[in-house]
């Protein structure tokens, strides 16, 4: 037992020394190496057996640089918030990698993930069920101080939590208050506030303005972007509204069904979409001029998205696709630079999921 706790200790100090190394702005500060989340179907009541999977997360792969934003969006049910909770540890992946800061979390517990999880928190979708009603804001923000009270010392934390207040832009005297004394933009910029209680690098938002009125998703999205800057936060904004993805987001990956199909700039996803889903997307979003909504082509995607528990061969998008040729339901296409672009000096050269890349005119989300 005793070599046991050393062993606990060690690594506790290298995870401990490996955080508080410092990254510069633009390096990798979080890396998803073939992440896979399966949840099991099982029959029986006594005696349970397996018989399937959900494949909800299917080997996905990307990057969080340091002080930037990763958009991830796509369609309900296509992964996205399991992505969300495998970040933070939240579920157990079934393989793969998450590294933060060279340290891969899926395989840590106990001390060594709490001194993760204090550089990695989260924002969560629902700003009325993710506030505890019975506690008052100033338990709610300080709670994070309770658990790592290195943060903020006891005799501290009132004035701690009150300028976290003031921070997000809440009067500080409603420390007080409940949650049911408060509008729904001001809670989730209470959930904003406990998300910065511990000075975070890495905040996950898991749609966190889905649930919110357009005018107060603009002044949620504005504050979070004030915050990154001041803070030097990076930030996964989790998504299905590609107008907001697009506003706060430097980088952007589409997901489809568990993989992600396409990920890029902003820009070459927006106005250079090479995989077929993506440009499905791009062609539903609503567009304020009259004018460029008359010369754009809307694309109709046919049949129904496929179950997780038994996704298609091949390539997930082809029973939807267009393009799709005997190919596509044999071969599993890479997230990749397409052939076509490769040394090319293009937006288009981008990571896209297709065997079948190539740039379709889509007029871009405002």
Avoid at 108 to 125: C, D, E, H, T, W
Avoid at 189 to 196: D, S
Avoid at 231 to 248: G, K
Avoid at 296 to 301: A, D, F, M, N, V
């Amino acid at each position: 037992m005793a070599d046991l706790s050393k062993d606990d200790e060690t690594t506790v100090e290298a995870v401990e020394a490996a955080i508080n190394a410092p990254v510069d702005r633009g390096e990798p500060i979080l890396q998803v190496r073939n992440l896979v989340k399966h949840f099991p179907l099982t029959q029986g009541i006594v005696f349970k057996r397996t018989v399937g999977a959900v494949k909800a997360v299917d080997g996905i792969s990307f990057e969080l640089y340091q002080g930037e934003t990763l958009g991830i969006v796509g369609e309900s049910g296509c992964g996205k918030s399991t992505v969300a909770k495998l970040l933070m540890s939240l579920e157990t992946a079934t393989a793969g990698e998450v590294l933060y800061k060279g340290q891969d979390i899926t395989k840590l517990s106990g001390k060594a993930l709490k001194v993760v999880r204090r550089n990695i928190q989260m924002v969560f979708q629902d700003p009325y069920t993710s506030l505890n009603p019975r506690m008052t804001v100033g338990d709610i923000i300080g709670e994070p101080f309770d658990i790592h009270p290195e943060v903020a010392p006891k005799g501290s934390r009132r004035k701690k939590v009150q300028d976290l207040l003031d921070v997000v832009g809440l009067n500080p005297e409603y420390i007080n208050r409940y949650p049911h004394q408060f509008s729904g933009g001001q809670r989730q910029r209470i959930g904003i506030a406990r998300g910065l209680a511990l000075n975070p690098e890495v905040i996950i938002c898991d749609e966190p303005v889905s649930a919110l009125d357009v005018s107060v998703q603009a002044q949620v999205i504005n504050l979070m972007e004030n915050l990154q800057d001041e803070f030097n936060l990076s930030y996964i904004f989790i998504a299905h509204d590609l107008s907001i993805v697009r506003h706060i987001s430097d980088r952007v990956g589409v997901m489809y069904l568990g993989k992600m199909a396409e990920i890029g700039s902003d820009a070459e996803i927006y106005e250079y979409p090479t995989h077929p889903y993506t440009q499905a997307l791009l062609s539903a979003v609503p567009v304020p001029d009259p004018e460029a909504r008359a010369h754009r082509e809307r694309i109709i995607l046919t049949g129904d998205v496929p179950s997780p528990a038994n996704p298609p061969s091949g390539c997930r998008f082809r029973t939807r696709c267009w393009k799709a040729q005997d190919k596509c339901a044999t071969d599993v296409p890479l997230l990749a630079i397409p052939e076509r672009f490769k040394g090319v000096d293009s937006p288009a050269a981008h990571d896209s999921a297709c065997h079948f890349a190539e740039v379709k005119d889509v007029v871009g989300v405002a």
